[in-house]
């Protein structure tokens, strides 16, 4: 894993705005198997294109956008076996926490799906990653775009055991722990491709946060518990992968609400440095959060390890100013060692394939922005 040595290096978390173009096929083609050929062309010379202009851009550690997926999350359920859909059993999203009741007007205006609730994803058989064909094309069309782009280090996300069927419920596994470590099992199956691969394994996160606030209403222990299981099972899950070739992605939720209900980074920051990753991507620019820099005043950054701040951010359509971008950078960079920083944004810009968090034109000035800050800030610390 490349690191900040006589520079501020800048990468992203990793999902982009997708072009009408590929938006467009890619619905077509879910309904029609002869447009799939087309489609794959299509995705192929789309990924080139939006390699090739991070690199242009500027970003040093860069993806494919996660073009070749559906969503952040829930792709991975196309992925693996023991898993039923039923759109007429819905279950409640709790990942809102309080927030739901705080501010239910405002969410049944602008997110009625979360008031009417999710289609419940149920496990009704053993989990196995029963279809390689996605993952391992998704490895093959990033390398021929690295290798286009002259860049010799591009990383691919995979969800985390977590995150994966947040909507769901288990109805086949004896117990919670069970259910856990087979989800982890089958996980472990694209981590292990996608670091075999010679490519960086990032690993996402947002529901470790994200139930933070539902589960200590029960009890701070209940959180707990139940966070502590998952991290074992990703650790589990990451074995035999060196540390340096993993980043860790955990972030508040990318909705565009009030964040009241967020997890505050001192509860969780124990449980997020307890997983085996070599580099640790947190959101640090939303209003929010953005205080929480002083965290890393009390918390050592462990030896070796890197931060991956968020000093842009996916929750306001506002361009932050190069010259805010590299203050941030600054003072994470004075606290935990310039070395060990690498400027990244704090979520992504479209979780799912259809869904923009700002427009197009503006997650690529923000790019710009990032890479700037970069710029003044490694003139002010080398």
């Known amino acids: 894993m490349k690191r900040s040595q006589d520079r501020i290096l800048t990468t992203h978390v990793g999902s982009l705005v997708r072009p009408t173009e590929l938006r467009e096929i890619g619905a077509k083609s879910r309904n029609d198997p002869a447009v ?5 062309r299509v995705l192929e010379r789309l990924i080139a294109d939006v390699v090739r202009r991070q690199v242009e851009a500027g970003i040093d550690i860069v993806n ?4 070749g997926k559906s969503s952040w999350s829930a792709y991975v359920l196309e992925r693996i076996s023991g898993f039923e859909i039923r759109p007429d059993q819905l279950r409640p999203l709790v990942w809102l926490g ?8 405002f969410i049944a205006k602008d997110m009625p799906r979360v008031l009417t609730g999710a289609p419940t994803e149920a496990c009704i058989g053993p989990i196995a990653y029963k279809d390689r064909t996605p993952i391992l094309r998704n490895i093959e069309i990033l390398q021929h775009a690295l290798g286009d782009a002259g860049q010799d280090e591009g990383f691919l996300t995979a969800v985390a055991p977590a995150s994966t069927a947040y909507d769901g419920v288990n109805e086949y596994y004896p117990t ?17 491709a996608i670091f075999n691969a010679g490519l960086i394994v990032q690993v996402d996160d947002a529901v470790l946060a994200n139930m933070y606030d539902h589960l200590i ?14 991290v074992e099972a990703l650790n589990h899950a990451l074995t035999g992968i060196p540390e340096d070739r993993i980043r860790y992605h955990v972030c508040f939720g990318s909705w565009h609400v009030p964040h009241l209900a967020d997890a505050p980074l001192e509860a969780i920051i124990g449980l997020i440095l307890k997983v085996r990753a070599g580099a640790y991507s947190i959101e640090a620019a939303n209003p929010r959060h953005e205080h929480e820099w002083r965290v890393w005043e009390t918390v050592r950054l ?14 306001t359509v506002t ?40 427009p197009e034109p503006v997650m690529w000035e923000k790019f710009k ?12 610390l080398w």
């Open 217 to 230: 209403q029960s009890s701070p222990e209940k959180y707990r518990q139940w966070a502590e299981l998952r």
């Open 36 to 40: 799939q050929q087309e489609y794959e």
């Open 369 to 380: 922005s990032l890479v700037e800050g970069a710029r003044i800030a490694s003139r002010e």
């Open 64 to 67: 494919d956008g996660e073009f």
């Open 319 to 358: 361009v932050e100013h190069p010259r805010l971008v590299a203050d941030r950078i600054v003072r994470f960079a004075r606290l935990v060692g310039k070395e060990n920083v690498i400027a990244g944004t704090d979520c992504g810009f479209a979780q799912t394939e259809f869904l923009q968090r700002v």
């Open 98 to 105: 309080r927030d739901l009741e705080r501010f239910r007007d």
């Open 302 to 315: 462990p030896e070796g390890k890197i931060l991956i701040p968020g000093v842009i951010t996916h929750h």
């Open 176 to 192: 919670e722990e069970a259910y856990v470590y087979a989800l982890a099992e089958a996980l472990r199956e694209e981590y292990l």
